[in-house]
C-alpha cells in the first residue's frame, strides 16, 4: 500500500530559525496536507496543494506539491515558540476516501 | 477554515460500561466521517470510514462489533466503544471531509476525545 516517509523525525532549532521538512513516497499522490498537532489536540490543517507544482503560503509556512506528485516539503520562516508541534504530511491518491499519514516531524525550539 | 466539534473532550469511565463520543461538522455537510485513534508519540491510526446514512468501513484489526460507528446526517457521527476495558483508553480522533468544491479533498478534524477507562 502507499507509505509516506517523513524526515525529519524530530528537530531541536533556536528560535528565529528557519525549518524545513519534508514527505515522500514511490506513490502518486492528488492532494498532500499538512497538518499540526499541538498536544492533547487534533490535527489542525496549515496548508492543501492540489496542483503538482504548487508552492503555497499561509503567513510564515510555505509549502509546496513536488512536480513528480510523490513527495511534498513544508518550510517555516523565522520560527517561534507557538511553532512547537508535531507536523504531518498527509497524501490523498484520486478516488481514495483515505489519507495516508506521515510519521510526523517533533519541533522543538529552544528559546 | 471548516470546523468540526468532538464531545466529549474527555470522558472516565468504568470498566464494562459504554461510551459514546459525538462528531459534528458545523459548517459544512461531510459527506465522509472517519475515526481516528492515536497512541503516545504515534501518528493517526484510522479506525474506520463511514459514509452518511451506510454501514462504517473498518480497517482491519478494528472490532466492528466494539467500536459502534453511526453517520445518521449529514454533520453527525457517533462512535461507542461499547464493554469499554483499560484497553480501550486512548485519544480518538474524528475527522469530516465536505461535498462541496472548497472542502472537497480536504479533511478537517475534530479536537479529540481522551478516554480513560478504569
Known amino acids: 500500500g502507499q507509505q509516506l516517509n517523513q524526515s525529519p523525525q524530530s528537530m531541536f532549532i533556536q528560535e528565529g530559525e528557519d525549518v524545513s521538512m519534508n514527505c515522500t513516497s514511490s506513490s502518486i499522490f492528488n492532494t498532500w496536507l499538512w497538518y499540526k498537532q499541538d498536544p492533547g489536540e487534533g490535527p489542525v490543517l496549515l496548508i492543501a496543494?492540489?496542483?503538482?507544482?504548487e508552492l503555497t503560503s499561509n503567513g510564515r509556512l510555505t509549502a509546496q506539491f513536488g512536480i513528480t506528485r510523490k513527495d511534498s516539503f513544508l518550510n517555516i520562516s523565522a520560527s517561534i515558540p507557538s511553532d512547537v508541534g508535531i507536523y504531518f504530511c498527509?497524501?490523498?491518491?484520486?478516488?481514495?476516501?483515505?489519507?495516508?499519514f506521515g510519521q510526523g516531524t517533533r519541533l522543538t525550539i529552544n528559546p | 477554515g471548516a470546523v468540526v466539534s468532538q464531545h466529549p473532550s474527555r470522558v472516565i469511565c468504568k470498566s464494562g460500561t459504554s461510551v459514546k463520543i459525538e462528531c459534528r461538522s458545523l459548517?459544512?455537510?461531510?459527506?465522509?466521517m472517519f475515526w481516528y485513534r492515536q497512541f503516545p508519540k504515534q501518528s493517526l491510526m484510522l479506525m474506520a470510514t463511514s459514509n452518511e446514512g451506510s454501514k462504517a468501513t473498518y480497517e482491519q484489526g478494528v472490532e466492528k462489533d466494539k467500536f459502534l460507528i453511526n453517520h445518521a446526517s449529514l454533520t453527525l457521527s457517533t462512535l461507542t466503544v461499547t464493554s469499554a476495558h483499560p484497553e480501550d483508553s486512548s485519544f480518538y480522533i474524528c475527522?469530516?471531509?465536505?461535498?462541496?468544491?472548497?472542502?472537497?479533498?480536504?479533511?478537517?478534524f475534530g479536537p479529540g476525545t481522551r478516554l480513560l477507562v478504569l
Open positions: 459548517d459544512f455537510q461531510a459527506t465522509t
Open positions: 498527509a497524501g490523498l491518491v484520486q478516488g481514495a476516501q483515505k489519507l495516508v
Open positions: 496543494l492540489y496542483k503538482a507544482g
Open positions: 475527522s469530516a471531509r465536505g461535498g462541496g468544491r472548497g472542502t472537497q479533498e480536504t479533511q478537517y
